[in-house]
Structure formats: structure tokens, C-alpha cells
């Protein structure tokens, strides 16, 4: 695979130069030609291969005519149009001769391909020395766009084109590349120059006027020399100044730039470490999806956000969550699906997922080619101007796609942007994935505790049914407490499974018509301690062991005269007071074989009788509000107390 071995600052100084001085060029198309896109030119992070460089340079010299047009991009470097490009690591020296000493440690900033480096032959005279890499071929235009550089370097500090000799070249039979670079000092060294040359003729000529006439001398010709050294001094120190002042502006401007990129990568790293822990902590979908695009929205220089995720048949591309977007936005969004089983769609979101490939966009008036009309119109209507898009892959699978835009261009979006989104992606679907099996295994563990209490219920007709209402009153009264989300589920699934241990209960006895004897009702009784037994067995994890215990106490009675244990008050676990209570109540309120349902009126009143003694007063009245307020729609079946 060709190695990257040129950063997008080269490409960048010739691109600047093409749109100053030859506007007619299609830089889209020559980019195109050189398999470039145009957010890898403006990423100072992005490094092209040494074939991409020659088919842009071949394509270029084709195009303007201009065979020398690599030393004229290197010599633009100097210009006010591309003079972001040196800056950083030119301006902030002292002057030519420091700029062109640190040649070699700045050429890592633009190229791999070559080894720089630089000997001082005097103050204004410097030998440049360029090394080819192992497995490197570079083309003689490069030797050209070199020599135009180094021309930059002086021009860039106001001075005259240098003179530069090239004795040795890789091009014409040398092993390097050699130049020998010379320039005219800056006007402060000359000024000072001329005042030392001054100080020597002065002391000369004060010197020799003492023999002439010592009071001349020292009444005219000193104070006169003495005058020429201090204005030769003063305006010497003045050009120094301005010169040390301009670079140490110049210095102050690069240090803000690099203060910038630090803020922005430690910002960049706080966000993606945000993101771990956030998703880390939720495993439902829609929670993850919140907390990613707050961390986004807070942490990312972008206008909106939204994140699109596939639907169970993997056919559309639904909205599950965004930022930025107004009331109208969001609406259209949530009514709009993109279909994934049409080939002929050319959305970008669904290229993305479909070709597991992220798009940057930064302008969208470049695609509208390659739009369908409704795509088109669902642009417009967002007012998009930019975007980039990822898709959320986990394990081979697209899931969704991520997607960030800018309605205005505050400035362009780069491959970096891209790659830190293409870093989110990821961990977003791999939390999906997770959320989705963790929920598929709860769906599980749900179907199969309803098969268990259904097994149990369906024994007989009359009490099919029975567990599930005793569940639905239970989480009643849960809700009626305040109850967090995992006591609930806790109490769900102990409700569910309450009567379990009836399996061990014969038919004869759990469908007899009419009352039990003494000894068939202390069979019947046994079933607490076998449900317990029973699901003991079961690897119940987390809040959930309390399970079988809850499930088995649940006829325990608050004065100690419940079984199987004769737990008493507060030594019941509250789960298993909840289930009574809505035991208890389903009970009376259903037909059995032996009896026919109790009024609600009268099974409160009995609930009432019985608090204190076998129920618990507060989960009896839990229960009293609940039926009321479920009842709402049906009044004949409230029941108002006074």
C-alpha cells in the first residue's frame, strides 16, 4: 500500500496560487484527476501518497501551460494568500538565518520523503542538505517546488529573492540534493554596521583633530560624532526592535494557533472519554442515544446532530435522537424514514450505511447531482449547508449512522472531524449491540416467567389469569409507594412466580368443589415453601436473588400467624406485604369453585378489617388508590371512602 509521505499544506499553497492566479482551473476536477477531495486539502492533518502528488502535478502543468509551476507554488509560500502556511513555522524566528538553520526539524511538518538538513556556512549564507528516503522516488519537480521554498523563507521575512546554487542534485547524478542558500542581511544589521564603522572614523577624526586644534576638537568634533553614533544607534535599535516586535507577533499568533489545537484535542479527548463512560453506564438504546448527542451537542463545534438507527427488518433508516434542530426540523425528521432495499437510493445517509463508508460534505450544492428529488427537498427543507455523515457499524452490521452538519460555513469541516467521528461511531454501536442483546435476554427472561406462571395457572380454568392480576395489582401498589424501577421489576417477577410451588399441589385438591378439609388445606399451605424450594434452584442474579424469599413469604402475616415460617411486622420482607395484599385482593374479587367473587366494595372493607393484623395498613390504601385511579374510566367500579 504507497505510503502518505506529503502533508495537505503543499497541496493547499498550490491550490491558494491556482485561485489567485488561475481561476480558471477547476480545482474540483484536478483534485478528482488526483484522487484527492477537497476536505483532505484543508485538513492540516492529512498526508498524500507520492502518486497522488504526481498526478496532481502532471494534471497541473497541463492545465496552466506552466512547465515551472512547482518552484512558483513553492515561491507563493511567501505571499499574503498562503502565508498561513509558513507561519507557524517561519515567522516566529528571528530572521532567515534561524529560519533556514531549523529547516530540518520543520520539514517533518510537511514531508516524509526526504531527510533535511542544514549547515551554517556565515551570518547570511547556509547550506541546505535533502536526503531521499529508502523507498522513496521523487520526480525533479519536487527539486523545483524545494528551491521555490527556500526562496519563500527569505522573501517572507521582506527581503530580496535569495541566491541559491544547487551543486548537487539527485536529479543530475548526485546522491542529494545540495543547495547553497545566500542573502543580504536585514536593514537593522546594516544600520548597525554602519554606526561601528562610524564610531571607528569618529574616534579617528576626534583623534586627529586634537593636533590640530584641541578646542575644536572637543567643542565641535566630538559632540557632532558623538551625536552621528547616537542617532546611527538609535535608529539601528528602532529597526531591531520593529524587526524583534514583528517576529515576536508573528511568534504570538503561531503559539495561539497551536494553544487552539491543544484546546481542541484535549476537548476532543474529554469528549470521546464522556462518551465511554456515559454509554458505558446505560443499557437502554434511547438512553444511550440522549446522553451521546448531550456530550456532542456540548462538546463539538457543530451547528446540529442527529443520529439515525435501522429498524427491526433492517429495511429504513428511522430518527432516534438529534440537537439544534427546531420543533418543525424534528418534526419532519420523525416522520421520515430512508429506505434501505432500494437500490436506486443515493442519500447520503443511506450510501453511508449501505457501503459502510463515511461522506464529508462541504457543500452541498456539489451532490445535488447525485440527488434524487426527494432527497433533494428534505435537504433544503433542513437548510444543510455541510455535513458529515458516519455509519454505526458493530460487527460487520450496520446499525445506523451518526450525521453532523453546519446550516452556514463558520469554517470547514475536515478529514479530522471526520476520523473523531468515525472514533464515536463505533462505541455507539457496540452499545447498541449490547443494549439490544441485554434486551433480548430480558424479553426472554419474560417470556419464560409468564410460561411458568401460566403452566401453573392453566391447571384450572377458574384461576387462569390469576398471577399476572396478581402482578398487575402488586406493581399498583409499587407505584402508589414511589417505588424505584428495579424494586418494581423485583416485584414483578416475584409476583409472577408466587404460586409456583402449587405444581406440587394434586388436581384433586387444588380443583375441589367446595370446602378443604383441615389436612387438604395444610397440603395446599405447603406451596410457599416449595415455590422458595423451587426457585432456589433458579440462578436468580443481582437484586433478583431475593426472588425465591420474597416469593415464598408472601403468606406471612404481620402478627406471626402466616406460614410457612410465621415471619412477623418488619421481619417480612416488603416485597413479599406488596404480594399479599393483591393476592389477597384477586382472590376474594375472583370466582372460585367454592365461592362466588366478593364486591370490590366489600373486599376493600375486608382488606381494611385485616390491616394491622395480617396486612400491612399503608400497602392496603396503596392499593385502595391505585384500583380508584385505574378505574377512572369505568366509575361504577370505583370506590369513594370517606
Not at 502543468?61 to 494568500?81: V, Y
Not at 420543533?327 to 430512508?338: M, V
Not at 378443604?516 to 415453601?529: A, G, M, N, Q, R
Request: hydrophobic share 40%; with cysteine; charged share 25%.
Amino acid at each position: 500500500m504507497p505510503k502518505p509521505l506529503y502533508n495537505s499544506r503543499i497541496v493547499d499553497t498550490y491550490i491558494k496560487l491556482i485561485k489567485r492566479r488561475y481561476s480558471y482551473i477547476n480545482i474540483g476536477d484536478l483534485l478528482g484527476f488526483a484522487g484527492m477531495k477537497p476536505y483532505e486539502v484543508a485538513d492540516q492533518g492529512h498526508w498524500f501518497t507520492q502518486e497522488q502528488i504526481n498526478l496532481f502535478h502532471e494534471r497541473l502543468k497541463k492545465l496552466t501551460g506552466n512547465t515551472d509551476i512547482a518552484r512558483e507554488a513553492g515561491r507563493f509560500a511567501a505571499s499574503p494568500e498562503a502565508i498561513g502556511v509558513m507561519r507557524q513555522y517561519v515567522l516566529g524566528l528571528v530572521g532567515p538565518a534561524k529560519a533556514y538553520d531549523m529547516v530540518g526539524n520543520a520539514s517533518t511538518k510537511f514531508t516524509r520523503s526526504s531527510r533535511y538538513e542544514s549547515r551554517k556556512i556565515a551570518g547570511n549564507k547556509i547550506e541546505v542538505t535533502v536526503t531521499p528516503n529508502e523507498g522513496v522516488t521523487e520526480e525533479p519537480f519536487q527539486c523545483a517546488n524545494r528551491t521555490g521554498f527556500f526562496e519563500a523563507v527569505s522573501m517572507i521575512f521582506n527581503y530580496e529573492l535569495p541566491h541559491i546554487d544547487h551543486p548537487e542534485c539527485m536529479f543530475a547524478g548526485g546522491d542529494v540534493c545540495r543547495y547553497t542558500i545566500s542573502w543580504q542581511k536585514n536593514l537593522s544589521s546594516i544600520w548597525r554596521r554602519g554606526r561601528n564603522i562610524t564610531v571607528l572614523l569618529a574616534f579617528v577624526t576626534v583623534f586627529a583633530s586634537l593636533f590640530v586644534n584641541k578646542w575644536f576638537a572637543l567643542g565641535t568634533v566630538l559632540p557632532v560624532a558623538i551625536v552621528v553614533v547616537l542617532l546611527l544607534t538609535l535608529v539601528a535599535e528602532h529597526l531591531e526592535k520593529t524587526e524583534m516586535k514583528t517576529s515576536l507577533d508573528n511568534l504570538w499568533n503561531s503559539s495561539d494557533q497551536l494553544l487552539d489545537q491543544i484546546n481542541m484535542n484535549y476537548n476532543n479527548a474529554l469528549m470521546a472519554n464522556e462518551v465511554g463512560q456515559a454509554i458505558s453506564r446505560q443499557t437502554n438504546i434511547d438512553d444511550i442515544l440522549t446522553n451521546v448527542v448531550q456530550i456532542l451537542e456540548k462538546r463539538l463545534d457543530y451547528d446540529r446532530g442527529l443520529i439515525l438507527l435501522t429498524n427491526r427488518e433492517k429495511d429504513r433508516l428511522m430518527f432516534r435522537a438529534g440537537f439544534g434542530y427546531s420543533d418543525e426540523q424534528l418534526g419532519l425528521l420523525k416522520k421520515t424514514a430512508f429506505h434501505l432495499n432500494r437500490p436506486e437510493s443515493k442519500g447520503a445517509f443511506v450510501v453511508a450505511l449501505r457501503e459502510q463508508r463515511p461522506l464529508l460534505i462541504n457543500d452541498v450544492n456539489e451532490i445535488e447531482g447525485d440527488l434524487s428529488p426527494r432527497s433533494l427537498a428534505f435537504v433544503n427543507k433542513l437548510g444543510a449547508q455541510s455535513f458529515i455523515c458516519c455509519p454505526i457499524v458493530c460487527e460487520d452490521e450496520g446499525l445506523g449512522v451518526l450525521a453532523v452538519d453546519h446550516l452556514k460555513s463558520k469554517r470547514p469541516l475536515l478529514q479530522s472531524d471526520m476520523s473523531l467521528l468515525m472514533g464515536i461511531a463505533p462505541m455507539i454501536g457496540i452499545s447498541i449491540r449490547n443494549a439490544d442483546l441485554i434486551d433480548a435476554r430480558g424479553r426472554q427472561f419474560r417470556s419464560i416467567l409468564k410460561v411458568m406462571a401460566a403452566s401453573i395457572d392453566a391447571r384450572d380454568p377458574l384461576t387462569a389469569g390469576h398471577s399476572e392480576k396478581v402482578t398487575e395489582y402488586a406493581l399498583g401498589i409499587c407505584t402508589e409507594l414511589g417505588l424505584s424501577d428495579e424494586h418494581r421489576e423485583l416485584i414483578r417477577v416475584a409476583s409472577l412466580l408466587h404460586d409456583y410451588g402449587k405444581i406440587g399441589v394434586p388436581d384433586a385438591i387444588l380443583k375441589k368443589n367446595g370446602m378443604l378439609t383441615d389436612d387438604e388445606y395444610e397440603i395446599v399451605k405447603t406451596h410457599s415453601f416449595k415455590t422458595r424450594e423451587i426457585l432456589e434452584q433458579i440462578s436468580f442474579e443481582g437484586i433478583f436473588s431475593k426472588v425465591p424469599e420474597i416469593a415464598g413469604s408472601h403468606h406471612e402475616k404481620l402478627d406471626g400467624s402466616g406460614y410457612p415460617q410465621g415471619l412477623r411486622g418488619k421481619e417480612i420482607p416488603l416485597g413479599a406485604r406488596i404480594i399479599a395484599v393483591a393476592d389477597f385482593f384477586e382472590a376474594i374479587t375472583a370466582k372460585r369453585h367454592y365461592r362466588d367473587p366478593m364486591t370490590i366494595e366489600d373486599a376493600f372493607r375486608l382488606l381494611r378489617e385485616e390491616g394491622g393484623k395480617h396486612f400491612d395498613r399503608r400497602l392496603v390504601e396503596a392499593l385502595i388508590s391505585y384500583y380508584n385511579k385505574s378505574c377512572v374510566g369505568n366509575p361504577h367500579q370505583a370506590v369513594s371512602w370517606n
